[in-house]
């Protein structure tokens, strides 16, 4: 190894390629996230416009997070098999395909189609394969890698969120898909063509790697191999419950981050105010997602995911019973803390239970839980609005998800040791 690669391998904080390849997951996540996470400011353009019922619309927002849940596991197969690279291209002409059909809906079931089921196989083959893709690159620092990355799941709502509303109102419903779909889809392809699956693409070692370190996987696995590892990991409690955990904590701010406008609108609050809510809830659970891996790693997995879960739940209970803007806003910015650190745990036990090896197939599944409690979040809100003509129940519900999810997590095995040591010499 010569020098520069020697320093740029060191432990300490340095320039390596892994920091670019953050970068543009970075960016990858706050796209595929934008459309879908800003759907709470359609709901009432579609309503007015085509006087469907918010169940109704809301289920387009279900279907595709149920979409995206199902087809998780195979998104993160995929990038183990062929690369994140590979999907990146794949995922973001199935952006630009649902966005533009998006842009020309008449009837319900267009919106189920395009919304639905294009855009949630575009998320899932987008955003899946690409956070094991950024953990393969890493030996040391993981945590601020994730954080970064993390943080775009709270940058990306708070800015499409004020985007697609002032396009919506500017140039029109069919302007703004056209728009956005095409703009992002040329920018992904961009950001692909730069892309790295492994170091090894670019003749280097993890970053924070030295001569001494064994990294189990210096190669790309076969097919055989990662269906071999996968069978090992189903056989450990905690490859369940993370899943079980995601789900919970997914139903509690899915019914939050859909019906946070609508709920505000109902409080006579605008609809400039509360869209600025939403971006405050999405803009502050950034600094949270970029925080949380590193306390992580730093102060205990579990005691940081559990804070957040309690943080994600009891301050709902101001969004229950008050109106007054001052409360709201509270709420917003409790939440916020809480909902950031929500699953910024997750990658970090991965590496802790499962070493350094494809994380494709149990991140995949893991999301098969978040998409499911997305879903039905999402859903439940709209259907229950319907039914009682206010959010209340929804709002009960969203609370003992995120509680149940705190419990499931005083249950995870503790993360000090690997469930599955040596595992290639099984």
Same mark, same amino acid.
């Given at each position: 190894?010569?020098?520069?690669?020697?320093?740029?391998?060191?432990?300490?904080?340095? !320039?390596?390629?892994?920091?670019?390849?953050?970068?543009?997951?970075?960016?990858?996540?706050?796209?595929?996230?934008?459309?879908?996470?800003?759907?709470?400011?359609?709901?009432?353009?579609?309503?007015?416009?085509?006087?469907?019922?918010?169940?109704?619309?809301?289920?387009?927002?279900?279907? $595709?997070?149920?979409?995206?849940?199902?087809?998780?596991?195979?998104?993160?197969?995929?990038?183990?098999?062929?690369?994140?690279?590979?999907?990146?291209?794949?995922?973001?002409?199935?952006?630009?395909?649902?966005?533009? #059909?998006?842009?020309?809906?008449?009837?319900?079931?267009?919106?189920?189609?395009?919304?639905?089921?294009?855009?949630?196989?575009?998320?899932?083959?987008?955003?899946?394969?690409?956070?094991?893709?950024?953990?393969?690159?890493?030996?040391?620092?993981?945590?601020?890698?994730?954080?970064?990355?993390?943080?775009?799941?709270?940058?990306?709502?708070?800015?499409?969120?004020?985007?697609?509303?002032?396009?919506?109102?500017?140039?029109?419903?069919?302007?703004?898909?056209?728009?956005?779909?095409?703009?992002?889809?040329?920018?992904?392809?961009?950001?692909?063509?730069?892309?790295?699956?492994?170091?090894?693409?670019?003749?280097?070692?993890?970053?924070?790697?030295?001569?001494?370190?064994?990294?189990?996987?210096?190669?790309?696995?076969?097919?055989?191999?990662?269906?071999?590892?996968?069978?090992?990991?189903?056989?450990?409690?905690?490859?369940?419950?993370? $899943?079980?955990?995601?789900?919970?904590?997914?139903?509690?701010?899915?019914?939050?981050?859909?019906?946070?406008?609508?709920?505000?609108?109902?409080?006579?609050?605008?609809?400039?105010? $509360?869209?600025?809510?939403?971006?405050?809830?999405?803009?502050?659970?950034?600094?949270?997602?970029?925080?949380?891996?590193?306390?992580?790693?730093?102060?205990?997995?579990?005691?940081?995911?559990?804070?957040?879960?309690?943080?994600?739940?009891?301050?709902?209970?101001?969004?229950?019973? $008050?109106?007054?803007?001052?409360?709201?806003?509270?709420?917003?910015?409790?939440?916020?803390?809480?909902?950031?650190?929500?699953?910024?745990?997750?990658?970090?036990?991965?590496?802790?239970?499962?070493?350094?090896?494809?994380?494709?197939?149990?991140?995949?599944?893991?999301?098969?839980?978040?998409?499911?409690?997305?879903?039905?979040?999402? !859903?439940?809100?709209?259907?229950?609005?319907?039914?009682?003509?206010?959010?209340?129940?929804? #709002?009960?519900?969203?609370?003992?998800?995120? #509680?149940?999810?705190?419990?499931?997590?005083?249950?995870?095995?503790?993360?000090?040791?690997?469930?599955?040591?040596?595992?290639?010499?099984?």
């Amino acid at each position: 190894m010569n020098l520069i690669n020697k320093i740029n391998n060191s432990i300490g904080f340095s !320039w390596h390629y892994a920091w670019l390849i953050v970068a543009i997951i970075t960016i990858v996540q706050m796209i595929a996230s934008s459309i879908r996470m800003s759907f709470g400011v359609l709901i009432d353009p579609l309503e007015v416009k085509y006087n469907w019922e918010q169940g109704h619309i809301s289920m387009a927002y279900a279907i $595709s997070c149920l979409v995206t849940a199902l087809t998780s596991p195979l998104a993160g197969y995929l990038g183990d098999i062929y690369g994140a690279r590979k999907c990146m291209y794949a995922g973001a002409t199935l952006f630009f395909l649902g966005a533009i #059909l998006t842009a020309y809906v008449s009837e319900i079931w267009h919106l189920y189609f395009s919304f639905g089921l294009i855009l949630g196989l575009a998320q899932s083959i987008l955003l899946v394969p690409l956070v094991p893709a950024a953990m393969i690159w890493f030996k040391r620092n993981l945590g601020l890698a994730m954080g970064i990355i993390l943080s775009s799941w709270g940058i990306g709502p708070a800015l499409s969120v004020l985007i697609v509303s002032l396009l919506i109102n500017e140039i029109g419903w069919v302007g703004t898909f056209w728009s956005t779909g095409t703009l992002c889809t040329v920018l992904i392809f961009i950001l692909a063509k730069i892309f790295q699956n492994r170091p090894e693409d670019k003749g280097l070692s993890p970053y924070g790697s030295t001569d001494e370190d064994k990294i189990e996987f210096s190669f790309q696995p076969s097919k055989e191999k990662v269906n071999e590892y996968s069978n090992y990991i189903k056989n450990t409690s905690s490859y369940w419950n993370m $899943s079980a955990i995601h789900f919970l904590g997914c139903v509690g701010h899915a019914v939050i981050l859909v019906y946070i406008i609508p709920i505000c609108l109902i409080k006579d609050i605008t609809l400039a105010e $509360s869209a600025f809510i939403f971006s405050v809830v999405s803009g502050l659970s950034s600094i949270t997602r970029f925080f949380t891996p590193i306390f992580c790693e730093k102060f205990g997995i579990r005691s940081v995911m559990f804070f957040s879960y309690i943080l994600q739940s009891l301050p709902v209970f101001i969004l229950l019973f $008050s109106s007054n803007l001052i409360f709201i806003y509270v709420f917003a910015i409790i939440f916020a803390i809480g909902y950031g650190g929500e699953a910024g745990g997750f990658a970090i036990l991965n590496r802790r239970y499962y070493g350094f090896a494809p994380m494709g197939i149990p991140h995949g599944f893991q999301m098969l839980g978040a998409g499911i409690g997305m879903a039905l979040g999402g !859903w439940i809100g709209g259907a229950i609005f319907d039914l009682y003509d206010n959010y209340n129940f929804a #709002l009960l519900i969203s609370i003992l998800a995120s #509680l149940g999810g705190a419990v499931c997590i005083l249950l995870l095995n503790r993360p000090n040791k690997l469930l599955i040591p040596e595992w290639v010499k099984n």
